[in-house]
């Protein structure tokens, strides 16, 4: 199999500049017109280690999703993706989108311990569980935060008792001898530890996996296996390639967002 053909998705989707400028162009504008936004908090010392807290209204008391945008661990950052928010934004559901640090200049690792950081963070900040949400790296993220043993670090068990992984990679090791292996430098040892697949399943979690059905085959066949090995469901979503899969997080009717919603509320 050729690894880097079906990894490589900015290859896969030769469109994607394009789509990318669309993002931040209505990250930019949806971040200008919310009111109820608060930006840039700080859940770390690092500069990158900010997320901001999008809220249907004021206060604290909305269920709330963690969404950690993609770019294979390398590029991009929140304010890319903050229009993904308006969709569970209308159906009561806060969004909170951090940023981290990025590979190479730190190991992978090193981000999956930022983003339990940013977790914890909005966790004692509203008192409630929550759903986490992610896209491509960020769906690796989602997987990672719900498998986390938040007991064993003095939190509630069960902190993050949902996850709704888009377009996830939870097998690093296909990664070994690709491209995009250049700034991650897994070795297998590596790439197994930090592999969602090789987790066993956290009890009483609920996940639905969701991957483009223009998407390459492995993206497609991960999705498929992972929802398989922890028990949850998942969809292919017509038509969506690696980057347009993102779009019905932007309004409030697609039926991805309404599943969304009723699992930030804990069904």
Known sequence: MDHEAEYNNRALVPEHPGII????????????????AALDLPYGPGERERLDLFRPGPGENWPVALFVHGGYWQSLDRRVFSHCARGLLAHGVAVAVPSYDLCPAVPLDRITEQLREAAAFLHRRSGRRLLAMGHSAGG?????????????????????????????????????????????????????????A??????????????????????????????????????????????????????????????AALLARGG
């Open 21 to 36: 400028a669309g993002w931040v162009r209505d990250a930019a504008a949806f971040r200008a017109g919310w009111a109820e």
């Open 140 to 196: 690796h993220a989602s997987a990672m935060l719900m498998a986390t043993d938040w007991a064993a670090r003095g939190l509630p068990a069960g902190l993050v008792p949902a996850a709704l992984p888009i377009s996830g990679v939870f097998e690093l090791w296909p990664l070994l001898g690709t491209s995009i292996n250049a700034a991650l430098g897994l070795d297998e040892t590596t790439a197994r530890a930090h592999s969602p």
């Open 198 to 259: 090789l987790l066993l399943p956290p009890a009483g979690g609920r996940l639905h996996a969701v991957v483009g059905d223009a998407e390459s085959g492995e993206f497609r066949r991960q999705t498929r296996d992972f929802a398989a090995h922890w028990g949850g469901s998942w969809e292919a979503l017509p038509g969506a390639n690696h980057f347009t899969v993102l779009a019905p997080l932007a309004g409030p009717e697609h039926p991805l967002v309404r599943r």
